[in-house]
């Protein structure tokens, strides 16, 4: 009878073991519980395209720019736009929602730096910016954002606006 009562608990015991090493692991992995929106999902990738900078003292197209959109491990988005001519801002914190009627996306809320290129003198500043807003398309072919960056130091430019589109930049008559 002793052999058995032994025999019991060492079952018990293996059972016991397998379940707790099966144990469920969602915890480490944020996009798995459903803390990352399927529209979060849905626009991470890289869009081509250009800008066009407005801010004191320039109204001008710039070609060949990126944004690149990742997700962050809190769940939102980190954008990185780079233009080879001012720099590279990366926002973090953005929030994604479906537009109503499947009309596309909508970015909001988020913050971070720029890093600006200072073509005169070969350097390069850092500025906070915002994303203001932006939308891209349901197709995700088209993406406008609206990034605003303030240059603090004398003579800059104050606030600069820069407006991505994705797509050939029209020409200049």
């Given at each position: 009878?002793?052999?058995?009562n032994?025999?019991?608990?060492?079952?018990?015991?293996?059972?016991?073991?397998?379940?707790?090493a099966?144990?469920?692991?969602?915890?480490?992995?944020?996009?798995?519980?459903?803390?990352?929106?399927?529209?979060?999902?849905?626009?991470?990738?890289?869009?081509?395209?250009?800008?066009?900078?407005?801010?004191?003292?320039?109204?001008?197209?710039?070609?060949?720019?990126?944004?690149?959109?990742?997700?962050?491990?809190?769940?939102?988005?980190?954008?990185?736009?780079?233009?080879?001519?001012?720099?590279?801002?990366?926002?973090?914190?953005?929030?994604?929602?479906?537009?109503?009627a499947?009309?596309?996306?909508?970015?909001?809320?988020?913050?971070?730096?720029?890093?600006?290129?200072?073509?005169?003198?070969?350097?390069?500043?850092?500025?906070?910016?915002?994303?203001?807003?932006?939308?891209?398309?349901?197709?995700?072919?088209?993406m406008?954002?609206?990034?605003i960056?303030?240059?603090?130091?004398?003579?800059?430019?104050?606030?600069?606006?820069?407006?991505?589109?994705?797509?050939?930049?029209?020409?200049?008559?």
């Amino acid at each position: 009878m002793k052999l058995k009562n032994i025999f019991m608990l060492l079952a018990l015991a293996i059972g016991t073991c397998a379940f707790v090493a099966c144990g469920d692991d969602e915890e480490q992995q944020p996009q798995d519980q459903g803390q990352v929106s399927q529209a979060t999902k849905e626009v991470v990738g890289t869009y081509t395209g250009w800008t066009h900078l407005k801010t004191n003292f320039i109204d001008k197209n710039y070609d060949n720019d990126t944004i690149s959109l990742a997700i962050t491990d809190d769940g939102t988005l980190m954008a990185t736009y780079k233009n080879k001519t001012w720099g590279t801002a990366t926002i973090t914190g953005i929030k994604a929602s479906k537009i109503e009627a499947g009309e596309g996306y909508k970015l909001e809320e988020g913050e971070g730096s720029f890093v600006m290129n200072n073509p005169r003198e070969n350097s390069t500043q850092e500025f906070s910016c915002k994303l203001d807003h932006a939308t891209i398309s349901a197709d995700k072919k088209q993406m406008l954002a609206v990034i605003i960056a303030n240059m603090t130091t004398a003579g800059a430019h104050g606030e600069m606006t820069y407006t991505f589109q994705t797509g050939e930049m029209p020409t200049e008559e």
